[in-house]
């Protein structure tokens, strides 16, 4: 097989080599004749030699614009302010400072990233990452202008570097200013999520709790927090609005007894079934000396539903009639007699009604169904009254070192 492609590759040749022969004979005989004149010029010559004339010129021009753009792309290379090494150099500010920015060495990032941000096309993420370096720097003025710059260059990011300027803000502890940032950003874009979280964020750290409580639907409604966060937080902040509410001030009692009632009003029926709200409310009832009410409160609460923090709340009342809230708590008893909360708080109304013979009982047999440092103290309390010194102080210790233990396993868990 390889034979015949030989012979064919042959027989090509002699065939071309033939062509070639009779195409020189021709030319020899037919030279042609080529005449130009034009006002007083006169080009004269044979039809090839015009034609090899042409093919010199074509040739000495592309010789020509081959040897300009050898020129000009050695130039990129060599001239160090050339388009290849202006990126060259924007890549490579970008990339170091983008590695010392997320290493913690300011200086050098700031330095890196302003800058890659000078020369590159879309240097937003440059000018963000520079002024969070400057701001870690405390250069907060040169922090602003480079988000302003930014700004400038990319009018049409103005809500990522509102975001970002926001957060520096709060880092600075500038609370208002940012309050103000997040607040302009909420009117131009009322559905953005990222804005509703910063501001959940800093309503929650400002312990702004009317404001929390307002944002709370656009959060539900934009799915900014899912429906356990969403809960969990409307919940601290009902909360943190009672409490605030119940704070007493210039020594207005009644005042804040108002507002507190205002604020539980406020709330829904599903709201006033809560446990951890209910707590809340009946401990201001208690401070600001609404005790009869608070005793009401907890009384149809637990008739409702048992909870063990409301029974533990009810025996630090001092109603009006102490016997009938003894008598009301025994009743508990029945379905729940091994409850040691329940034990400790019949312990303490027993105390109130002066019955030291059964307070000690209630308060002892709490402490065989679980040492809690609070029944360690309250009997100790009364075991002092009774002139049992020795085991009074003995249960005060033991309260100590509970209530120390309880504290390390907090700060543990803290930690962890």
Same mark, same amino acid.
């Given at each position: 097989?390889?034979?015949?492609?030989?012979?064919?590759?042959?027989?090509? %040749?002699?065939?071309?080599?033939?062509?070639?022969?009779l195409?020189?004979?021709?030319?020899?005989?037919?030279?042609?004749?080529?005449?130009?004149?034009?006002?007083?010029?006169?080009?004269e010559?044979?039809? *090839?030699?015009?034609?090899?004339?042409v093919?010199?010129?074509?040739? &000495?021009? /592309?010789?020509?614009?081959l040897?300009?753009?050898?020129?000009?792309?050695?130039?990129?290379?060599?001239?160090? *302010?050339?388009?290849?090494?202006?990126?060259?150099?924007?890549?490579?500010?970008?990339?170091?400072?983008?590695?010392? !920015?997320?290493?913690?060495? *300011?200086?050098r990032?700031?330095?890196?990233? =302003?800058?890659a941000?000078?020369?590159?096309?879309?240097?937003?993420s440059?000018?963000?990452?520079?002024?969070?370096? +400057?701001?870690?720097?405390?250069?907060?003025?040169?922090?602003?202008?480079?988000?302003?710059?930014?700004?400038?260059?990319?009018?049409?990011?103005?809500?990522?570097?509102?975001?970002?300027?926001?957060? %520096?803000?709060?880092?600075?502890?500038?609370?208002?200013?940012?309050?103000?940032t997040?607040?302009?950003?909420? @009117?131009?874009?009322?559905?953005?999520?990222?804005?509703?979280?910063?501001?959940?964020?800093?309503?929650?750290?400002? #312990?702004?709790?009317?404001?929390?409580?307002? !944002?709370?639907?656009?959060?539900?409604?934009?799915?900014?927090?899912?429906? +356990? @966060? &969403?809960?969990?937080?409307?919940?601290?902040?009902?909360?943190?609005?009672?409490?605030?509410?119940?704070?007493?001030?210039?020594?207005?009692?009644? #005042?804040?007894?108002?507002?507190?009632?205002?604020?539980?009003? $406020?709330?829904?029926?599903?709201?006033?079934?809560?446990?951890?709200?209910?707590?809340? /409310?009946?401990?201001?009832?208690?401070?600001?000396g +609404?005790?009869?009410?608070?005793? $009401?409160?907890?009384?149809? #609460?637990?008739?409702?539903?048992?909870?063990?923090?409301?029974?533990?709340?009810?025996?630090?009342?001092?109603?009006?009639?102490?016997?009938?809230?003894?008598?009301?708590?025994?009743? *508990?008893?029945?379905?729940?007699?091994?409850?040691?909360?329940?034990?400790? $708080? !019949?312990?303490?109304?027993?105390?109130?009604? =002066?019955?030291?013979?059964?307070?000690?009982?209630?308060?002892?047999?709490?402490?065989?169904?679980?040492?809690?440092?609070?029944?360690?103290?309250?009997?100790?309390?009364? %075991?002092?009254?009774?002139?049992?010194?020795e085991?009074?102080?003995?249960?005060?210790?033991?309260?100590?070192?509970? %209530?120390?233990?309880? !504290?390390?396993?907090?700060?543990?868990?803290?930690? $962890?």
């Amino acid at each position: 097989m390889k034979r015949v492609y030989w012979l064919v590759l042959v027989l090509v %040749l002699v065939a071309g080599a033939a062509s070639l022969l009779l195409f020189g004979l021709q030319l020899a005989e037919h030279k042609g004749y080529v005449l130009i004149a034009f006002q007083g010029f006169r080009y004269e010559s044979s039809l *090839w030699a015009f034609i090899a004339l042409v093919l010199l010129t074509w040739l &000495l021009i /592309y010789l020509v614009r081959l040897s300009i753009r050898l020129l000009v792309t050695s130039g990129r290379f060599i001239n160090p *302010w050339s388009r290849l090494h202006s990126r060259r150099r924007v890549r490579l500010a970008s990339e170091q400072g983008l590695l010392d !920015l997320a290493e913690g060495r *300011w200086a050098r990032a700031l330095r890196h990233l =302003q800058r890659a941000a000078a020369d590159a096309p879309q240097p937003l993420s440059y000018y963000l990452g520079a002024a969070r370096a +400057a701001n870690q720097l405390g250069q907060h003025e040169t922090s602003d202008n480079l988000l302003e710059q930014a700004l400038n260059k990319q009018p049409q990011a103005e809500l990522a570097i509102a975001l970002q300027h926001a957060e %520096l803000q709060v880092a600075r502890g500038q609370t208002e200013a940012a309050l103000e940032t997040l607040q302009a950003m909420r @009117e131009r874009h009322p559905h953005h999520h990222l804005v509703l979280r910063q501001l959940q964020q800093l309503y929650l750290q400002s #312990a702004n709790w009317s404001a929390l409580l307002g !944002l709370l639907p656009d959060l539900r409604k934009e799915k900014a927090l899912d429906n +356990a @966060e &969403l809960t969990e937080l409307e919940r601290q902040a009902w909360r943190g609005r009672l409490q605030q509410a119940g704070q007493v001030v210039d020594g207005d009692k009644p #005042a804040a007894l108002a507002a507190l009632h205002q604020a539980w009003q $406020t709330m829904n029926a599903a709201q006033h079934r809560e446990p951890d709200l209910l707590a809340v /409310y009946a401990e201001q009832l208690r401070h600001l000396g +609404a005790e009869d009410e608070a005793q $009401t409160l907890l009384q149809n #609460a637990l008739k409702q539903s048992y909870d063990v923090a409301l029974v533990r709340l009810y025996g630090l009342l001092h109603g009006r009639d102490a016997g009938q809230q003894l008598q009301v708590a025994e009743g *508990w008893l029945k379905q729940h007699p091994q409850d040691a909360s329940l034990l400790l $708080t !019949l312990g303490r109304l027993c105390m109130h009604n =002066q019955l030291w013979g059964k307070a000690r009982t209630y308060l002892e047999s709490s402490l065989s169904v679980q040492r809690h440092p609070e029944t360690c103290a309250e009997l100790a309390r009364l %075991l002092a009254q009774m002139g049992e010194l020795e085991r009074s102080n003995s249960l005060y210790q033991e309260g100590m070192r509970l %209530l120390d233990e309880r !504290l390390c396993s907090s700060s543990v868990a803290l930690s $962890t």
